[in-house]
T-cell receptor, first 114, second 110 residues
């Protein structure tokens, strides 16, 4: 089954404790993104990757890191989480680089930073 | 700052009516436009995409694009209670970014 998976689905952590949210897709998609979704603000793009070893900042990259060492995986790293990073996070993938294609979303990761 | 604006709603329509959802965008270089539906607690899923000025129909859904006015809309005909969700407008902005609106909540009353 074609899908985007994220883990964990729910996470409660404390300020400053490094964490990684994994994202994997099995569709051989080139383009992958991370978004956060907050009430009233919609989906905001954190980082995106056009292919292996090619990443760039979205609109809200502060406090986040990403890497793209393999085509299928695009982990999101919070080196020192803070309460303002409490949010619902979605990973998404698209067949080709460029914003002109349908994005397939993972199930979401609900993160709470205390 | 590139922006995509939507009325947050909620928009309430009776079953069988036409629901009209609207979206404006600020980046004139935008080339691709999408409507996603998001049920509560779920991830967004694509309903329609449109690239050219005019109308595009798919079943009960019609997307309308007017690049001169920087306006895109989604019409849902014969609305059903199962259409109740948040509808997200997304714009493929210049470069490789995608900008989402905050979404419009739609309620279809049985």
């Amino acid at each position: 089954e074609a899908q985007v998976t994220q883990n964990p689905r729910y996470l409660i952590t404390v300020t400053g404790k490094k964490l990684t949210v994994t994202c994997s897709q099995n569709m051989n998609h080139e383009y992958m993104s991370w978004y956060r979704q907050d009430p009233g603000l919609g989906l905001r793009q954190i980082y995106y990757s056009m292919n292996v070893e090619v990443t760039d900042k979205g609109d809200v990259p502060e406090g986040y890191k990403v890497s793209r060492k393999e085509k299928r995986n695009f982990p999101l790293i919070l080196e020192s989480p803070s309460p303002n990073q409490t949010s619902l996070y979605f990973c998404a993938s698209t067949l080709m680089a460029g914003a002109a294609n349908e994005q397939f979303f993972g199930p979401g990761t609900r993160l709470t930073v205390l | 700052q590139k922006e995509v604006e939507q009325n947050s709603g909620p928009l309430s329509v009776p079953e069988g009516a036409i629901a009209s959802l609207n979206c404006t965008y600020s980046d004139r270089g935008s080339q691709s436009f999408f409507w996603y539906r998001q049920y509560s607690g779920k991830s967004p899923e694509l309903i329609m995409f449109i690239y050219s000025n005019g109308d595009k129909e798919d079943g009960r859904f019609t997307a309308q694009l007017n690049k001169a006015s920087q306006y895109v809309s989604l019409l849902i005909r014969d609305s059903q209670p199962s259409d109740s969700a948040t509808y997200l407008c997304a714009v493929g902005a210049s470069g490789f970014k995608t900008i989402f609106g905050a979404g419009t909540r739609l309620f279809v009353k049985a």
